[in-house]
């Protein structure tokens, strides 16, 4: 997948502290449970930077009915697909091929991708 030995930077923070990084790099003035940023100037080893909203993350599992964890598991998997290169932006191949990974993946961390059907 080319992330081998490659650095991960991860913040867990609030709504509040994803809402203003939201805000500041997409123009959205709401919170959003992960964002993913590339390596802008570091070199070859970093894969990026991830932040995700413990706050978001809780709701979102109540929500779809399944443990915090299933759903941090999920969102990290996520978060590092678009660092990747893999994106969703639009229905069609690379959502598709997007969403298969992210079973994939899930499935192999988890044992089972059953909880994937809730989110």
Excluded: W
């Amino acid at each position: 997948m080319g992330c081998l030995d490659r650095e991960l930077t991860l913040l867990l923070t609030d709504d509040k502290t994803i809402q203003q990084y939201h805000q500041q790099y997409l123009g959205s003035s709401k919170p959003t449970n992960v964002m993913a940023f590339p390596p802008s100037f570091r070199g070859d080893d970093v894969l990026g930077d991830v932040i995700v909203s413990i706050e978001t993350a809780q709701r979102e599992a109540k929500e779809a009915g399944v443990r915090l964890e299933e759903r941090l598991v999920y969102l990290m998997i996520h978060a590092v697909l678009h660092l990747l290169g893999y994106d969703h932006d639009r229905p069609g191949a690379k959502t598709l091929k997007m969403r298969k990974m992210e079973r994939r993946l899930f499935r192999h961390v988890k044992g089972s991708a059953k909880a994937l059907r809730s989110f």
